[in-house]
T-cell receptor, first 115, second 114 residues
């Protein structure tokens, strides 16, 4: 597609429920990143996929968070047993590769509210 | 380890006035530095980046930033603000060639008054 698409744009859930957030990167972009942006704060790196390599999960805050990506296509971020502190905007970005020379293209984000 | 501090969570300027958004960083290795802009209901987009070479970097929409190693700063400037510049601006630092693993500042919201 022309840009990075994320869905849903807004999600309200109850504490303890599982949620899935979807990211559809730009076609041909091998690198894909997930970030969390809490209110009034900057982006926190969560996880990074590069082609078929093992993902870099170094930013995941707990084992309730996981993400998958099949090849160089869609990725899903799953949060199990959601907590109120998980409320944030979850951003996805993709680029041609991980090298700095390649510009990151961000999606508009998925706003998660945990009641 | 790396960190970013953006001084001032909110900056307000009049249309036509100088825009100055401050960013200080710390990094244990020579840094790569970035400024991103986020317009309401849109994704972040890259304004400019410093990697190596010339320390004055020009970006889109008339913005520029200067890397000052002695001051560990990478302040963003624009000579004359436009109403369309109203947005949130994020400074980011990376200690590797993987720009996606940058550490981001908390952001500065720029308001432009008519």
């Amino acid at each position: 597609g022309a840009g990075v698409s994320q869905s849903p744009s807004n999600k309200v859930t109850e504490k303890g429920k599982d949620v899935e957030l979807r990211c559809d990167p730009i076609s041909g972009h091998t690198a894909l990143y997930w970030y969390r942006q809490r209110l009034g704060q900057g982006l926190e790196f969560l996880i990074y996929f590069q082609g078929n390599s093992a993902p870099d999960k170094s930013g995941l805050p707990s084992d309730r968070f996981s993400a998958e990506r099949t090849g160089e296509s869609v990725s899903t971020l799953t949060i199990q047993r959601t907590q109120q502190e998980d409320s944030a905007v979850y951003l996805c970005a993709s680029s041609l590769s991980q090298v700095w020379a390649n510009v990151l293209t961000f999606g508009a984000g998925s706003r998660l509210t945990v009641l | 380890a790396q960190s970013v501090t953006q001084l001032g969570s909110h900056v307000s300027v009049s249309e036509g006035a100088l825009v100055l958004l401050r960013c200080n960083y710390s990094s244990s290795v020579p840094p790569y530095l970035f400024w991103y802009v986020q317009y309401p209901n849109q994704g972040l987009q890259l304004l400019l980046k410093y990697t190596t070479g010339a320390t004055l970097v020009k970006g889109i929409n008339g913005f520029e930033a200067e890397f000052k190693k002695s001051e560990t700063s990478f302040h963003l400037t624009k000579p004359s603000a436009h109403m369309s510049d109203a947005a949130e601006y994020f400074c980011a630092v990376s200690d590797s060639t993987n720009a996606g693993k940058s550490t981001f500042g908390d952001g500065t919201t720029l308001t432009v008054k008519p």
